[in-house]
């Protein structure tokens, strides 16, 4: 799951990650499980829950884009500088 903490000043961000199922959890299921009061359509809780009520509270006065890349792809692509890694990920 996606650990972040808001930085003073984004209100706009990018970010990639190689998993689908994370982009789906908060892009296209997560309003019905809240509705569905975090339960799956099995009636099972929904894993990952306090991971994904974190990204949400952070994620307020953020504008978020999410963008699925190949992890090869994201790895040649960053050099290992911190500072790149924002810049990835910061629009």
């Known amino acids: 799951m996606v650990y972040f903490q808001s930085f003073p000043g984004i209100d706009k961000l990018n970010i990639k990650t190689d998993s689908q199922f994370t982009i789906n959890c908060i892009t296209k299921w997560v309003n019905g499980w809240i509705k569905n009061n975090w339960k799956l359509k099995s009636g099972e ?3 990952n829950k306090d991971d994904l009520e974190k990204l949400i ?3 307020k006065n953020v ?3 999410w ?3 190949s992890i090869r ?3 040649f692509s960053c050099t290992g500088n911190f500072a790149n890694l924002i810049q990835l990920y910061q629009t």
Do not use: N, P, T
Request: proline share 0%; net charge positive.
């Open 63 to 65: 504008l978020i884009k």
């Open 67 to 69: 963008v699925s890349v």
């Open 73 to 75: 792809k994201w790895y």
């Open 45 to 47: 809780l929904v894993k």
């Open 57 to 59: 509270a952070v994620s």
